[in-house]
């Protein structure tokens, strides 16, 4: 059974960090890109850090450059996203996802992130 599962949202205030994880099973996370998205009340789904298959250059939105770090581990078939200096406007549910030629093939069933002014 595939399954993208986040974990290590919550509450937290303005100018604070928190660390997701999302943990792998049930296909080969080596062969898919891997992607956040969130999706804030009212808005649409954003991309905002994807990293290739292979663990190249990262890439990330405007809106949290310079503050969240994507990384990958295939061997522990685990992807990580810490987000530093939180601002209010990063509240959302947070998904990860498995992509694979720029298509999403897997999604996880997210996790709250609520950053308090």
């Known amino acids: 059974q595939v399954r993208l599962v986040e974990s290590g949202g919550g509450v937290v205030q303005s100018g604070g960090s928190l660390k997701l994880s999302c943990a792998a099973s049930?296909?080969?996370?080596?062969?898919?890109?891997i992607g956040w998205f969130r999706q804030a009340p009212g808005k649409e789904r954003e991309r905002v850090a994807c990293?290739?298959?292979?663990?190249?250059?990262?890439i990330y939105s405007d809106s949290v450059s310079g503050r969240f770090t994507i990384s990958r581990d295939n061997t522990k078939r685990t992807v990580n996203l810490q987000m530093n200096n939180l601002k209010p406007e990063d509240t959302a549910v947070y998904y990860c996802?498995?992509?694979?030629?720029?298509?999403?093939?897997?999604w996880g069933q997210g996790t709250q992130v609520t950053v308090s002014s």
């Open positions: 990293m290739s298959m292979t663990g190249g250059v990262p």
């Open positions: 996802a498995a992509e694979f030629i720029g298509m999403v093939g897997y």
């Open positions: 049930g296909f080969s996370l080596d062969q898919y890109a």
